[in-house]
Structure formats: structure tokens, C-alpha cells
């Protein structure tokens, strides 16, 4: 009876063990893959900074976007980060709309536990993001994301990532974005640095070329 109780002990701590190895398996492979898919595009990839590029479908009335559900395998690949590296499932806690001027450059703000996903209804952006994460393999990395009209994307933001941008052209940005983390008044997330702080270092002039 008890070799019963340990064979079938062992087998449970088997089973598991070996799902938790395919788990992480999984995992490596999707952020590989979603890292070379991407970065394809986007240069000086941030380690959790996932993008999704919205297709529009075009017709004699208009046109009609999927921005995000539940199944993408962006946003799969963002549930299966999470989990291994904060160790949680985040949610949906929070939508903001708002809008900026052209020439505003709005930057920059950082979270200590939530995440922003981003996505710019009109206008261009210029997104800068800029990786604070000490233990992070892009540790001060900058990366540089043009996002509007032109180019529909969804983009997940990580804690800890300073994040911000300026409005290009003459039309002002609509940005929509949720947060996983309602806003707190008494004791906001919310930290920022200055837009032209030197250790972040970036030019946000427009170069002739």
C-alpha cells in the first residue's frame, strides 16, 4: 500500500516536473520567435516589450482594425512572460484615452508593477522607451517606435521601462492604452523622469537628412 502511495507520489511529481519543463520550453521558444519576428523592424529590442502589427481591412466604406484579443499570439506570448518572470497573470484594470498636441513630446513616466499597452488611434508618435531594469539583458537600452495611422500597432510596455513620446506633424495623437493596475491617488505608480535627462541621453530633434 504505501509503494502504491509513493509510485503514484512520484509519478504526480513526474508529471509536473515535466510539464514545468515544456512550460519554460515554450515559453524560450515563443519570445525567440516573437523577439526575431520583430526584430526585423524594430532595432535595440527591449526584453519584454511586445508589438503587434494591426491589419487593416480595407474596403469601398472604410476599413475595420482587430487591435487585441485574447488568443493573439502576441498577447499569448505577453501571458507566458509574465508568468515566468513576475509570476502572475495580469489583467485589464484600467482604460485611458487621451490627447496631445503636434509637437508635444510627453516623456517620461515609468511603473513599478504595471504594465501599459499602447495604441496610437490617430496621428504618428514617436515612442521612446528606454529599459531601467537592472537585472534586465537590455539594461539602458533605447528603443524607438513609430506608431500612428501609417503604422497600426499594439505595444505592450513592461514595468520599469521608462517610456514616452512626441507627436509628429500636424495632427494631434489619440492614444488609447490599458493598464493593469488602477490608478491610485494617495499612492500612485507612477514615477518620472525628465524628457531630456542625460543619462537617457536622447535627441528628440527630427534630423533633415
Known sequence: ????????????????TYLHYYENLLLTISCTLHFFRDSRYYKNMIE?????????????????????KESDPTHRDFLLYCKKVY???PTIKQT????????????????????DIWFVLSGMAQIVLYDLRKNSL??????????????PLLIYIPPEVAHGYKVLGNEKVRLLYHVTEVYNTEHPDEERI?????K???DWRTKNK
Open 96 to 115: 485611458i484615452y487621451t490627447e496631445t498636441y503636434p509637437g508635444v513630446i510627453k516623456a517620461f513616466h515609468w511603473h513599478k508593477k504595471q504594465w
Open 138 to 151: 537590455t539594461h539602458k537600452e533605447t528603443q524607438v517606435i513609430f506608431a500612428g495611422e501609417s503604422n
Open 194 to 198: 525628465s524628457f531630456d535627462d542625460k
Open 200 to 202: 537617457i541621453g536622447f
Open 87 to 89: 509570476k502572475t497573470r
Open 1 to 16: 500500500m504505501r509503494n502504491k502511495k509513493l509510485s503514484k507520489l512520484s509519478t504526480k511529481f513526474y508529471n509536473r
Open 48 to 68: 519584454g516589450v511586445f508589438i503587434k502589427q494591426i491589419k487593416l481591412f480595407n474596403d469601398d466604406r472604410g476599413f475595420l482594425a482587430e487591435v487585441a
